[in-house]
């Protein structure tokens, strides 16, 4: 019983300090960028021993990905029964992501180009990237389906939407005179608009 007690406390304790390092983590990295930011300058964040760091994360690309993945998963949408409205819905925290969190999408832009050429943050940044689409391909898949068309142009429409959201993410970074707000409107209504009008997907040529 006591032993149990001290193993749970200990894991608790592990996850806290992992949690403390992947928030210390992200206030470096928004702060000084990938390239600047080192493992000493996480752990002297967080207040803890770089040996620590390298405990819980065997790699700064490793930390970072798993930065990453705190900032998505907290990101998450709450879902809905009417397709449409999850998808509004979507459109709607993206336009409030774009003002409350250009931290991560500053690092995420970021974090992009890194990839092109650090094998560990491009593996990451792919397998993140597939895994976004794919959120918002299940989102397709739904409206299409409750508009009666069908769902095989669901993978079309999430690849042209993410896409899209990144153009509207750097633009924002990039350029304050940008109208980010009504491009989001904007893509919205065409991606409703190609939900119903699914001739617009299928020409070729």
């Not at 949690?19 to 752990?43: M, N, V, W």
């Not at 040996?51 to 998450?76: D, I």
């Not at 009666?148 to 350029?175: K, N, R, S």
């Amino acid at each position: 019983m006591i032993a149990h007690s001290f193993n749970s406390h200990r894991t608790a304790a592990t996850a806290e300090t992992r949690q403390k390092i992947l928030q210390a983590a992200f206030r470096a990295l928004s702060r000084k960028g990938y390239e600047h930011t080192t493992i000493k300058d996480i752990a002297e964040e967080a207040g803890v021993a770089q040996g620590l760091v390298n405990y819980h994360f065997k790699s700064k690309q490793g930390l970072v990905m798993a930065v990453l993945a705190m900032c998505c998963a907290e990101m998450q949408l709450p879902g809905r029964d009417d397709a449409l409205a999850s998808a509004l819905d979507a459109f709607e925290q993206f336009k409030s992501m774009l003002r409350s969190r250009r931290d991560v999408h500053r690092l995420y832009i970021q974090l992009i180009g890194v990839g092109l050429h650090d094998a560990e943050v491009g593996a990451g940044i792919l397998e993140d990237m597939r895994q976004n689409r794919g959120d918002v391909e299940t989102i397709a898949r739904e409206v299409l389906a409750q508009s009666g068309q069908p769902p095989e142009l669901a993978p079309p429409v999430a690849a042209a939407v993410w896409g899209a959201t990144l153009g509207i993410m750097v633009q924002t970074l990039i350029d304050r005179d940008f109208d980010a707000y009504a491009a989001v409107d904007a893509l919205a209504a065409m991606a409703i608009a190609a939900a119903n009008h699914p001739e617009y997907l299928t020409r070729r040529g």
